[in-house]
């Protein structure tokens, strides 16, 4: 799914990548992502921003309790969200139509104000994720939880040449996914700090699921 940094226009491909990506992904996360989604979501609490809702799948995993700010840049995967919105009658959840970078959520979101981020496959195609992660870090309260779930960069041969091998190629077909990203390095050097993690290994790609914490702002904010 494509996580621009800013909102996307609506284009064929888009609206077909949007109306596949549910069947593509069906098998998938009823075999892992499913169960990894609920042990996350779980942990959502307080002011919560959701980047990258896509089609709305974490929607009826959020606590009713929970606060939740759902940001979607590109148009037709916010459709599909805010049908599912539409049929939970979710007060709880709002659902804005815009990227990270944007200045609309910047409007919303201060310094200080979040309480958890939720990312689930979508640092992966995030075109300036330092820059995401700058932001993250500036809404984050400190003690403010991050929450991930992402494919990232395997460490086993040949999977790790093949993923980089096909990235030039699959980021354009898959909306701007980069295939060899290692998100949870990077999520490290940027000072948040692991409270717990996991790594999943299907056999081509290696999933990873964190809770993180905000903690000291000097660092790289």
């Known amino acids: 799914m494509n996580r621009s940094n800013?909102?996307?226009?609506d284009t064929l491909y888009t609206r077909l990548f949007a109306k596949l990506y549910?069947?593509?992904?069906?098998?998938?996360?009823?075999?892992?992502l499913m169960d990894m989604r609920l042990a996350l979501l779980a942990q959502a609490r307080?002011?919560?921003?959701?980047?990258?809702?896509?089609?709305?799948?974490?929607?009826?995993l959020y606590d009713t309790s929970a606060r939740v700010l759902a940001i979607e840049p590109a148009q037709a995967m916010a459709r599909?969200?805010?049908?599912?919105?539409?049929?939970l009658d979710a007060p709880h959840i709002r659902l804005l139509e815009a990227g990270v970078g944007d200045a609309e959520v910047s409007a919303q979101l201060g310094e200080d104000t979040l309480d958890t981020i939720v990312s689930t496959l979508v640092l992966c195609t995030?075109?300036?994720l330092e820059q995401a992660l700058k932001h993250f870090r500036k809404w984050l309260r400190p003690g403010g939880q991050l929450l991930v779930l992402e494919h990232i960069h395997d460490d086993r041969q040949p999977q790790r040449w093949i993923q980089s091998a096909v990235t030039p190629v699959w980021k354009h077909l898959a909306e701007g996914c980069y295939l060899n990203r290692r998100t949870d390095e990077l999520l490290k050097d940027y000072g948040f700090a692991v409270e717990?993690?996991?790594y999943h290994y299907t056999r081509w790609v290696p999933f990873y699921s964190a809770v993180l914490r905000m903690e000291e702002k000097e660092k790289n904010g």
């Open 80 to 87: 599909q969200a805010l049908a599912v919105l539409q049929e």
């Open 46 to 60: 307080g002011s919560v921003l959701e980047v990258g809702a896509g089609t709305g799948v974490n929607f009826p």
């Open 126 to 128: 995030i075109p300036d």
């Open 6 to 9: 800013a909102k996307q226009p």
């Open 22 to 32: 549910n069947p593509v992904m069906e098998k998938l996360e009823a075999r892992l």
């Open 196 to 198: 717990t993690e996991d």
